[in-house]
């Protein structure tokens, strides 16, 4: 018989036949229960009356002689014996000195990770050691800990631990666990202080690593990770949250209770229709800010996207309380159409919304209604906007006419550009301009338009025989002394409807006083006027019935402009009602001052009583509170003025007038003008220049928010917003990974690891 080929049969642990350690394999036969030896001294009977145990083994009498019982036997440790194994992970269980159950306190804390591990044997993986094994060997204890599911049960345990004694700022959702040491936070501290320097100087995102080379270069430690202009968008971005949390976040949330909305919409140097939005309210200390609250992209410039716009904004940011529902809104941009504004679906749905025109804007478009189709705007205005060109595209012109400056001492001004945002001074500096220079450029002309200089081409002496005939003629010096009279007295009254800190009855004074003024120069001159004829020869005096009818025709049409422009504003019950917040307006008779302003409360309670009264103001008081504000403020706060006073009843006394301090609130949160609005464009314009078009709009208005709110450099403290970014990541923060490949030494500068961003998962989402 062929002998049968396969693997090699492993001995069976279990057969009856096998070697011993004394000798050959016997047969064994199953083990009997243990035998009993009969005691020939016990009788049968006795024999029957012996107890047994539940393994039938005979219990003999105490005076009987021993029997012999076969038993398995057991072996037990003795607790010091494990403690001197020194295994902190092990605990066990003690009785009478012995081990009874020992198991790894780890293991059993975090069962989850222990069961994880694989390729060892059961009792020295997870299970026995998480519910307690009897196994008491110290080679099961030793193999249990080098047990992968032991290790990730204390990797688990060692990052609790980290995160629970690492102080952090608090945040919703723990996503990493922080490692940053005082290296790498040190290092990150210098990263962000280069882009704020980026930010606050309004230069481009390229010289980010420019600015670390040279960081290097003097010996700083800035690491060798985010070091791309990527990062530094990524940076400005956290910059950019940190001072809209920091200004406008605790506000929105909780203090402050009524904001002003002001916004104005315009076509930026990439071509796209942004809206710029800001928050006006009266802070804590009793300030007044203006916050950029968003510059957001509109698809169209209609009222419906406008409005759409800034809605959205309200409910992304939160605004407290049904968003636009609850707060007294002050708008300043009304899209044309009648019925169908921004201003008049606000309304719709705010009813105690209190539309307000930009007060600056409106004067200027009084000013162009009133000269529209005068010599004032048809002929002046023409050649100011021609002077400007005619010198500011060549050099040698404006050249030439400094140079007869020189000789017949003049100090000639270059001719600026006489339209701009600021219409009015716009118009006044180039007034000022062209009477100045006017002998000296009527004599350039003339000497260009003789036709006997060669280095003058055909064109231009036909366009300066046409600038003449309009410069000569007394008339036109005439009327521009006149029109410079005008354009100051309403200058004055522009620049004062530009400030952030005028009070509602300030501004209704002001316009009272400019209007008195320009109705004056009807019948008398004003000084660039009267300078004129002084300095001038009888030939100014020319048809003097129709300068003077010339004269009163274009102020009336100024001041029927303005009243016209102004008519919803300084003709408000609601608007004079608000006189009361300035104490210059008080009466000085004590017996006047028991009943001034009271009417004036009531009214503006009733127009605001759904907020005051969801702001928890109890209006049955104020009243009171009112009476007793006066006395006070009259006793002792009479030379204060009039934010200064609200300020220091505010901080000081907001107790004792609760109520009547919403009123105030209220009034003091009015803005006048989007002039501040205006300068958000103006930062805009500077950061796009002609070469950053592609920026989206958060990173433009992370821009300019750092550059219109950010504090000086020195001032500057990274640390807070590199705590928020290291807890804002999806991932945890790899400060000593490098941009392409492995680890690398820490002498590797962020120009030798490359421009390129520094962290895969961290790189800007639509930066330059």
């Known amino acids: 018989m062929s002998k049968s080929k396969g693997k090699r049969k492993l001995p069976d642990l279990f057969s009856t036949q ?15 229960p243990p035998a009993v030896i009969p005691d020939p001294h016990v009788t049968p009977v006795q024999q029957a009356a012996v107890p047994v145990d539940a393994d039938n083994v005979i219990i003999p009498p105490e005076d009987s002689v021993p029997v012999v019982v076969i038993a398995k036997k057991t072996y037990r440790v003795r607790a010091s014996t494990v403690k001197n194994w020194k295994l902190n992970y092990i605990e066990i269980e003690e009785k009478d000195g012995y081990v009874d159950t020992m198991w790894c306190q780890v293991c059993r804390a975090h069962p989850d990770k222990a069961k994880s591990g694989r390729g060892h044997r059961q009792v020295n993986a997870s299970t026995a050691f998480i519910t307690g094994t009897t196994a008491i060997k110290k080679v099961n204890a030793v193999d249990h800990g080098n047990s992968a599911g032991h290790q990730n049960a204390v990797r688990y345990q060692h990052d609790l631990n980290v995160a629970a004694n690492t102080p952090f700022v608090e945040r919703p959702i723990v996503r990493a666990v922080s490692h940053l040491d005082e290296i790498r936070e040190s290092r990150m501290m210098k990263l962000f202080d280069v882009a704020y320097t980026i930010g606050i100087t309004e230069v481009p995102f390229t010289h980010f690593p420019t600015l670390l080379q040279l960081q290097s270069k003097s010996g700083v430690d800035v ?52 809206e710029a939005t800001l928050l006006r309210y009266v802070d804590d200390d009793g300030t007044i800010q203006s916050k950029l609250f968003s510059i957001s992209h509109i698809e169209h410039a209609d009222a419906g996207s406008v409005y759409t716009s800034i809605r959205q904004t309200c409910i992304d940011n939160s605004l407290r309380s049904h968003a636009l529902c609850q707060q007294p809104l002050t708008v300043h941009l009304s899209t044309s159409g009648h019925g169908h504004g921004v201003l008049t679906r606000m309304v719709d749905d705010v009813p105690w919304l209190l539309p307000i025109h930009c007060l600056a804007h409106r004067l200027e478009l009084a000013l162009k209604d009133a000269f529209k189709g005068t010599y004032f705007c048809m002929v002046i205005d023409e050649l100011l906007m021609r ?11 404006f050249r030439e006419l400094k140079t007869l400056g020189q000789h017949s001492n003049i100090n000639v001004l270059k001719p600026p550009k006489s339209t701009g945002t600021r219409w009015i001074d716009h118009r006044r500096q180039a007034l000022l301009a062209m009477i100045r220079n006017h002998p000296i450029i009527v004599m350039q002309m003339e000497d260009m338009a003789s036709g006997l200089r060669s280095d003058v081409k055909g064109d231009d002496v036909a366009r300066c025989k046409g600038y003449l005939k309009n410069l000569k003629p007394t008339k036109f010096i005439l009327y521009c002394n006149m029109y410079l009279d005008i354009v100051c007295k309403l200058a004055i009254l522009s620049k004062s409807l530009q400030g952030d800190e005028k009070s509602v009855p300030m501004v209704l004074l002001y316009i009272e006083t400019a209007l008195d003024e320009i109705k004056e120069l009807t019948v008398t001159d004003g000084p660039n006027l009267t300078k004129c004829r002084s300095e001038g020869d009888g030939d100014v005096e020319f048809d003097g019935v129709a300068f003077e009818n010339d004269r009163r025709v274009i102020i009336d049409a100024i001041v029927h402009a303005i009243n016209l422009r102004f008519d919803n504003f300084v003709n408000s019950d609601l608007i004079k009602a608000m006189s009361f917040i300035d104490p210059s307006n008080w009466p000085d008779d004590s017996e006047t001052l028991k009943d001034y302003g009271n009417d004036d409360i009531d009214r503006l309670v009733d127009h605001f009583r759904v907020p005051l009264e969801t702001n928890n103001c109890d209006t049955s008081v104020i009243q009171s509170e009112w009476r007793r504000l006066k006395k006070d403020i009259r006793r002792h706060h009479s030379e204060l003025k009039c934010h200064k006073l609200w300020q220091t009843v505010i901080v000081n006394k907001a107790e004792q007038y609760s109520n009547i301090l919403h009123i105030a609130r209220i009034v003091l949160t009015i803005p006048i003008s989007t002039a501040h609005v205006e300068r958000v464009f103006s930062y805009v314009k500077r950061i796009l220049g002609d070469w950053r078009h592609r920026l989206n709009v ?36 790899r400060p000593y990974i490098a941009a392409y490949g492995p680890t690398r030494k820490a002498t590797t500068t962020a120009v030798e690891s490359g421009e390129s961003s520094g962290d895969s998962d961290d790189s800007a989402s639509d930066g330059e």
């Open 698 to 733: 958060k990173t433009m208005e992370d821009l300019v928010r750092i550059s219109l709110e950010g504090v000086p450099l020195r001032d500057f403290d990274p640390l807070p917003v590199v705590k928020q970014w290291q807890a804002s990541g999806c991932r945890k923060r």
């Open 387 to 397: 002077m400007h060109y005619f010198y500011k595209n060549s050099a040698k012109r």
């Open 223 to 274: 690491g060798y990770t985010y070091g791309s202009d990527k990062q530094c968008a990524n940076f400005i971005g956290e910059i950019g949250d940190y001072i809209f949390k920091t200004n406008l976040s605790a506000a929105i949330g909780k203090s402050t209770k009524y904001f002003a909305i002001s916004f104005d919409g315009t076509t930026d140097a990439a071509c796209h229709e942004r």
């Open 18 to 32: 096998r070697n011993t350690l004394f000798g050959p394999a016997k047969v064994m036969k199953p083990t009997p």
